[in-house]
């Protein structure tokens, strides 16, 4: 459990810490670029990055109250993770709209092209969260997906559809 709980410790802060700074990073640099800069567009696709980190952090935060206290997820995980999941696809959607309306008038590259490398950040957030582990941070976890030959299913998505199968402890029909 040590162990574990460290890596789960680890990985909250990281998504947390990283959720805050890469979007301070991002602003100092464009601050600095000495070019005018779309702020809206730009700091949509932080934003979108950010709120996907910070989804990681607090699901890996649930997981570790769940393993310190014996336990499993929370009762109100399942819908929580259901409808962020749902609401980051619209919210995709809504800002693939904006990048293509600002492509359309005139918006400069620069920006449309930070501003679809952040939304492309964002999607495969999504993916590596619920769907498929993208980031293999370890020499062990390269090799095993090596000796696989494929991703690991998402532990995110894995306990969500745990949770979904397991339904409500109340007996009420479980969210989709």
Known sequence: ???LGGRLRYLRSAEAMIAVALPAALIAVWADAGQPVAWSLRLGGAAL???LLLQGALYWHLKLAALAAGSGMPPWFAGLYTTLRRLNLVAF???AIALARAAATGTPR?????SAALLGFAVLEHVNYFHWQLMYDTGAAVRSAWRRRGLRPAALGVDLRRARAAGPPDGRRPAR
């Open 1 to 3: 459990m040590a162990d």
């Open 49 to 51: 990055v950010s709120a």
């Open 93 to 95: 959607a809504a800002f």
């Open 110 to 114: 620069t920006d449309l092209g930070w």
